[in-house]
């Protein structure tokens, strides 16, 4: 089979931290892009892509006769829109549960018989759990400690149990993003310490000997391209960790301290967050031969560069930054 050349990509949650950059990007390849999100973060993120292969659709996706429009039509679908990470999750357990679980199954049913060929959900590295492997393989068994991980884990299990002939499946098992992006995200570990290195000039590090992958926000967006290129025979039911450097907490810090001169006091705080694991991306390597190129000192550098240059304004304490803030001030429900 030849590999997939889809004219229309939906993407779900595409005016978040990774969808912001990855709709340009399939822009500048020649897709058609169908963005399905809430935009609670702004409703002006594409302002700089006028192309009439864009469509916007400012919706939920638990509005099942919304998503079955947005769908009709379309070649692939990037499954990106979620409640995303623990503490947003647990800000509200049963609204995380109603976008990132409810939701799911109608989701696939409504790509599935609107003739999406291809089907691209972000799920999380945070499905491993804690584990003492020294790589964590995608064959690993799953073992998620929050709701928010189970009920990424169990998404997956849907979703295999939805693929079949003409309705190909990949996972992609995201580790934690970094680095400057057009819709930022200011509560994600790397670019954390980074803000408050620079705008505090203190690194504050909950516990530090917890193993956390990291992936540049460029490089994630070029990975779904690349999955959307692909043959069928590569992608189709397989599931791909997304990761580059296996960093812990605390060499992170000293990334971050290194970047901005080096004299930054850090404080070392107890913390009740047992997530470790140092996960294999070998198989996205071997199976794609996609390598990622962007470091978290490439991350860190833009970071500071987009502070020093004023590119984000009120970056302490601005909600647009932060999910939780954000989700609290729109009571999102």
Request: some cysteine.
């Amino acid at each position: 089979m030849t590999a997939l050349r889809t004219p229309t990509v939906v993407v779900t949650g595409g005016a978040g931290y990774v969808g912001s950059e990855l709709v340009p990007h399939l822009l500048g390849l020649g897709y058609r892009v169908r963005v399905l999100d809430l935009y609670l973060y702004g409703e002006d993120v594409f302002a700089a892509e006028s192309c009439d292969r864009l469509e916007q659709w400012k919706g939920d996706i638990r509005d099942v006769a919304l998503v079955r429009e947005v769908m009709a039509g379309a070649n692939a679908v990037i499954h990106l829109a979620c409640i995303s990470n623990d503490p947003s999750y647990d800000l509200d357990p049963e609204l995380g549960r109603s976008i990132n679980y409810d939701a799911f199954d109608p989701l696939v049913r409504a790509a599935k018989s609107g003739g999406v060929r291809r089907f691209i959900y972000a799920s999380s590295s945070s499905v491993y759990g804690v584990r003492s492997e020294p790589n964590v393989t995608e064959e690993i068994p799953l073992a998620p400690l929050t709701d928010y991980s189970k009920y990424k884990a169990e998404c997956e299990t849907l979703l295999v149990a939805a693929r079949s002939p003409g309705f190909e499946t990949v996972i992609v098992r995201p580790s934690t993003v970094c680095g400057y992006g057009r819709r930022l995200r200011l509560d994600l570990v790397v670019n954390i310490l980074t803000n408050h290195a620079y705008h505090n000039r203190i690194l504050k590090v909950f516990g530090g000997t917890q193993l956390r992958p990291n992936i540049h926000i460029r490089d994630m967006v070029e990975l779904y391209a690349n999955l959307l290129q692909q043959p069928s025979e590569v992608v189709d039911g397989e599931i791909f960790n997304a990761g580059f450097e296996n960093r812990t907490v605390l060499e992170l810090a000293s990334i971050v301290n290194r970047n901005l001169g080096g004299d930054i006091p850090l404080e070392i705080l107890d913390t009740d967050d047992r997530r470790s694991y140092h996960v294999s991306s070998d198989k996205m390597r071997r199976r794609l031969g996609f390598e990622p190129r962007f470091t978290i000192d490439d991350a860190v550098a833009e970071l500071v560069s987009a502070f020093a240059e004023g590119r984000v304004p009120d970056a302490m304490d601005n909600p647009i930054y932060y999910n939780i803030r954000r989700m609290k001030q729109v009571e999102l429900h």
